[in-house]
T-cell receptor
Framework: SQKIEQNSEALNIQEGKTATLTCNYT??????LQWYRQDPGRGPVFLLL?????KEKRKERLKVTFDTTLKQSLFHITASQPADSATYLC???????????FGTGTLLAVQP | EPEVTQTPSHQVTQMGQEVILRCVPI?????FYWYRQILGQKVEFLVS????????KSEIFDDQFSVERPDGSNFTLKIRSTKLEDSAMYFC????????????????FGPGTRLLVL
């Protein structure tokens, strides 16, 4: 069955450092991979989308890479700030479906 | 910036009762979705809706669940006879159909309705 794993349930880093979050998947060939941010008790907020034929996408301090050979995406937040502290969700979607399959998320804590 | 809204924010109900969760998707979007998140678990797809019919549903979305677009703005999820295990956050989402491959690319989520079944 399809499986999505995100690295470590929690990640602690110092303010100003780069946070790197990992999303690995098996038994799936996604056409799109998306990253969302979720704060406690709130809905997921869309951050970035990358297509299967794209290697890298950037938006301000955010960067996402997508390696369909390794079946992995890396999500980077540069110059991290305490306000970046949240759970980050990886979500995959196939080309013939509009169903998103989510990972369990990584809780990022940025220490001042 | 347009956003998805949901009401109520919290709902407490007794087991066996019917509940209706309401959503107002982003106005020019044509694909609508319901997801749920049981406390401490991942977000799970329930159903997608397009052109006034269900386009896809998960195994969770059994006969106890139904969706409806009663007018031009609202999108509802009804649970006919709630069970204890229906307690979760329910998220509505919508997307714009102008993305490639016919399906809208990015799904925008509402703030959720926290449902507690006692």
């Amino acid at each position: 069955s399809q499986k999505i794993e995100q690295n470590s349930e929690a990640l602690n880093i110092q303010e100003g450092k780069t946070a790197t979050l990992t999303c690995n998947y098996t038994n799936y060939s996604p056409a799109y991979l998306q990253w969302y941010r979720q704060d406690p008790g709130r809905g997921p907020v869309f951050l970035l989308l990358i297509r299967e034929n794209e290697k890298e996408k950037r938006k301000e301090r955010l960067k996402v890479t997508f390696d369909t050979t390794l079946k992995q995406s890396l999500f980077h937040i540069t110059a991290s700030q305490p306000a970046d502290s949240a759970t980050y969700l990886c979500a995959l979607r196939g080309g013939a479906t509009n169903k998103l399959i989510f990972g369990t998320g990584t809780l990022l804590a940025v220490q001042p | 910036e347009p956003e998805v809204t949901q009401t109520p924010s919290h709902q407490v109900t007794q087991m066996g009762q019917e509940v209706i969760l309401r959503c107002v998707p982003i106005s020019n979007h044509l694909y609508f979705y319901w997801y749920r998140q049981i406390l401490g678990q991942k977000v799970e797809f329930l159903v997608s809706f397009y052109n006034n019919e269900i386009s896809e549903k998960s195994e969770i979305f059994d006969d106890q669940f139904s969706v409806e677009r009663p007018d031009g703005s609202n999108f509802t999820l009804k649970i006919r006879s709630t069970k204890l295990e229906d307690s979760a956050m329910y998220f509505c989402a919508s997307s714009d159909p102008s993305g490639p491959a016919h399906f809208g690319e990015t799904q925008y989520f509402g703030p959720g309705t926290r449902l507690l079944v006692l």
